[in-house]
Nanobody
Framework: QVQLVESGGGLVQAGGSLRLSCTAS????????MGWYRQAPGKQRELVAR???????NYADSVKGRFTISRDNAKNTVYLQMNSLKPEDTAVYYC??????????WGQGTQVTVSS
């Protein structure tokens, strides 16, 4: 069983920054695309950012220019640098990785709360 462990969430004032990390455990993992999703209470889970194995990225329009996704393949880790945070960014953030031919795995979620 592959486990994805997230860290870096917390409480921050509007305009502040946070950096989320997500690391996959396991031996000889073949990690394909990595992504970050978020879900606010009463809302559907939405894609925030995605990065392919080749390093190509895409972002939700709502975070473009403020968030940056990156990866460290040697550490099986994906990061999300979040700058200029807004209250509407408040949500539980989940990382996701496609691993080999097994399928997709999700992190446990980390709470990000942005105060006014």
């Amino acid at each position: 069983q592959v486990q994805l462990v997230e860290s870096g969430g917390g409480l921050v004032q509007a305009g502040g920054s946070l950096r989320l990390s997500c690391t996959a455990s396991g031996s000889s993992l073949r990690v394909n695309a990595m992504g970050w999703y978020r879900q606010a209470p009463g809302k559907q889970r939405e894609l925030v950012a995605r990065i392919t194995s080749a390093g190509s990225t895409n972002y939700a329009d709502s975070v473009k220019g403020r968030f940056t996704i990156s990866r460290d393949n040697a550490k099986n880790t994906v990061y999300l640098q979040m700058n200029s945070l807004k209250p509407e960014d408040t949500a539980v953030y989940y990382c996701n990785m496609g691993i080999g031919t097994v399928g997709y795995y999700w992190g446990q979620g980390t709470q990000v709360t942005v105060s006014s």
